[in-house]
Nanobody, 119 residues
Framework: QVQLVESGGGLVQPGGSLRLSCAASGIIFSVYAMGWYRQAPGKQRELVAAITSAGNRNYADSVKGRFTISRDNARNTVYLQMNSLKPEDTAVYYC?????????????WGQGTQVTVSS
């Protein structure tokens, strides 16, 4: 049984930081591409950041320079370090595992973790 479990969300003030984690089980983690997506109320789910099995990264333009995705294959975990958070980053953040690529159209999904940026 495949499970992706996100953690680390919460309420943070503008300019603050959060680190999201996604722990995977039931898959050969190292061969999967991993992605972080977010969905704000009334909006479509969008890619925030992705990392391939080889460690190549890509980011949405809106988070470049502020967010960093990383993975620890020994721990079957992918992280999203979020700095300089803005109110528009408020959303439910989801982790996705896809082979050979991550996308909104398939793969495995976690349950999501809420991130709220507000003063």
């Amino acid at each position: 049984q495949v499970q992706l479990v996100e953690s680390g969300g919460g309420l943070v003030q503008p300019g603050g930081s959060l680190r999201l984690s996604c722990a995977a089980s039931g898959i050969i983690f190292s061969v999967y591409a991993m992605g972080w997506y977010r969905q704000a109320p009334g909006k479509q789910r969008e890619l925030v950041a992705a990392i391939t099995s080889a460690g190549n990264r890509n980011y949405a333009d809106s988070v470049k320079g502020r967010f960093t995705i990383s993975r620890d294959n020994a721990r079957n975990t992918v992280y999203l370090q979020m700095n300089s958070l803005k109110p528009e980053d408020t959303a439910v953040y989801y982790c996705n595992a896809g082979y050979p690529v991550t996308s909104t159209q398939g793969g495995y999904w976690g349950q999501g973790t809420q991130v709220t940026v507000s003063s």
